[in-house]
């Protein structure tokens, strides 16, 4: 026999992804601790979970304490990575939304404009990171009201 699913009427918004694989920030402060201990501070593992937090903070709400980590995951990823990684390049977009976010617009447009004069917007003929590098430029443009160019 058919039985339909009870509808919820008030439905809890979704979660963010990282709290629904067991992420908190108890925990993930603690992946940080223990990737730094074993691996370094700059090894990539350690700047993921640096990024990690970073989101989990900033969608929390807890901005002002996201900003530091966010940058730091940034400068990392920038430094042992390369500045047009991809992963460098999506930690920078975090800490752009953040410092937007904190009302830092002045820092953020700073640091887009650094960031479209330093990324090409084309790496290597069909390497695949073409469209990413295209989407992050576009992205930073309309964060800088230059939506036409974007």
Known sequence: NFKPAPVLLNPSPPAS???SRGGSESKLTQ???SKK???GPLHPETLRATHDLAVFLSEAGKAAVAEPLARRAWCGRAAKLG???EDTLVSFRELVTILNELGQNHEAEQ???????GT???VEPDDGKNLDSLENQAFLLEGLG???EA
């Open 120 to 122: 090409p917007a084309i």
């Open 83 to 85: 500045p047009t990684h």
């Open 146 to 148: 230059r939506v036409d």
């Open 17 to 19: 992804p990282l709290a």
């Open 37 to 39: 201990a074993r691996l």
């Open 31 to 33: 992946d940080i601790a």
């Open 111 to 117: 640091l887009s404009k650094c960031a479209i004069e």
